[in-house]
């Protein structure tokens, strides 16, 4: 009898260095794709799905993972093996730890008894809130496999991929658990403008949707987040475009009309400023690599 998806959750310690494996981006060349019966003895493996669902079983668990959700599978015995037919592509990446004393996944009831030990803790499957930027990090480690990076390198990568998800996750919860709810405004504000990245947005137009004044929205960032609204626009803009640069063949002109400025000369100057690099610069530095999942 097959058991239902649990609501697990890992830990992992927080002092430790993730060693580094292997990574890669794997797109199905079809919806007639199905996950390959692979084993998983020693890594762990971090799923993020950018596109259509994957449907797989590890564990004796059924996980279905869509677009913009993570899953992370443990060491085991078992084997990973897709149960459904889809298309999906997906970043991966197989890493280890030294756990020493700490169980590798608990129940959500067995949470507080270990929630004040060195450890931090994610739930095995979830939605990322920012998953533009963990998929430029993933990006990022295989353009440092490929360049030859050191070890000590690529392993303070991934671990720096783990704990920004996990922090991801905690500021939208501690947003949630904001009593005044000027959090939960601002999260709310931050949601509309990452849906509505390829607009021209203003601040007057989310004033509106939202019914508050500009003046009250702008002042609302600058307490929570510590800059303005419009500078929070600019830079989920730009986190999007380093997605676009390297995840798409997208032509850069085409990138700054999608992202909603008039010109590529002025997105260009934008990029510069608030990243460092030209478009062109930072999507040669990461080109685009495809790797077969394993």
């Not at 799905?49 to 677009?67: A, C, N, P």
């Not at 060491?75 to 990973?80: A, E, K, L, N, Y």
Request: glycine share 4%; proline share 3%; with cysteine.
């Amino acid at each position: 009898m097959k058991k239902k998806q649990e609501n697990m959750t890992m830990v992992f310690p927080e002092n430790s260095i993730f060693t580094y494996l292997r990574s890669g981006k794997f797109i199905a060349l079809s919806e007639d794709w199905k996950h390959d019966k692979l084993p998983l003895v020693f890594d762990y493996e971090l799923i993020v799905v950018t596109e259509g669902t994957l449907y797989i079983k590890y564990m004796d668990e059924e996980f279905t993972v869509s677009r913009g959700e993570y899953l992370i599978l443990p060491p085991s015995d078992s084997f990973r093996e897709g149960i459904k037919k889809s298309f999906v592509a997906f970043y991966w990446i197989h890493f280890t730890v030294d756990m020493g004393a700490f169980p590798a996944r608990i129940r959500q009831s067995d949470i507080a008894s270990i929630k004040n030990a060195a450890c931090f803790m994610l739930p095995q499957t979830g939605s990322v809130p920012r998953i533009e930027k963990v998929a430029v990090q993933m990006k990022q480690i295989q353009d440092l496999e490929r360049n030859e990076y050191p070890a000590i390198t690529l392993n303070a990568a991934t671990t720096a991929l783990l704990t920004e998800l996990y922090g991801q996750l905690e500021t939208r919860e501690q947003i949630e658990a904001d009593p005044l709810g000027r959090k939960q405004i601002y999260s709310d504000i931050a949601d509309y403008v990452r849906r509505n990245i390829t607009a021209n947005i203003k601040i007057s137009d989310i004033a509106n949707e939202f019914g508050y004044s500009s003046k009250y929205l702008s002042n609302l960032f600058s307490r929570v987040r510590g800059i303005t609204l419009k500078q929070f626009i600019l830079e989920q803009k730009m986190e999007t475009a380093s997605f676009f640069l390297t995840d798409s063949d997208r032509s850069i002109t085409d990138i700054a009309l999608e992202l909603g400025f008039s010109d590529v000369h002025n997105f260009s100057r934008t990029y510069k400023k608030i990243t460092g690099f030209s478009p062109s610069t930072y999507r040669n530095t990461f080109t685009k690599r495809l790797l077969y999942h394993v």
